[in-house]
């Protein structure tokens, strides 16, 4: 994951370094996130944390199965 430049995000550092860690420690190094909404707007006063979290290998993860058709 490229390592960005948070100055104009309201969060501290700390809770920077949880998500991050916390992404890749559950979706591995290569996961993209990125902050959006109140979080970013220094105008707005959301409490929430919106997250768009990319998965670039998430493909691997999952196996595809065929319905069993009962007869």
Same mark, same amino acid.
């Given at each position: 994951?490229?390592?960005?430049?948070?100055? @104009?995000? /309201? =969060?501290?550092?700390?809770?920077?370094?949880?998500?991050?860690?916390?992404?890749? %420690?559950?979706?591995? *190094? *290569? !996961?993209? =996130?990125?902050?959006?909404? +109140? /979080? !970013?707007?220094? *105008? =707005? &006063?959301? !409490? @929430?944390? @919106?997250?768009?979290?990319?998965? $670039?290998?998430?493909?691997? +993860?999952?196996? !595809? /199965?065929? $319905? &069993?058709?009962? %007869?």
């Amino acid at each position: 994951m490229k390592e960005a430049k948070f100055k @104009d995000i /309201r =969060l501290i550092e700390e809770e920077i370094k949880a998500i991050t860690d916390t992404a890749k %420690e559950i979706f591995g *190094n *290569n !996961v993209g =996130l990125w902050i959006f909404g +109140s /979080r !970013v707007n220094p *105008n =707005l &006063k959301g !409490v @929430d944390i @919106d997250i768009y979290i990319e998965i $670039p290998d998430i493909a691997k +993860s999952f196996t !595809v /199965r065929k $319905p &069993k058709i009962q %007869e």
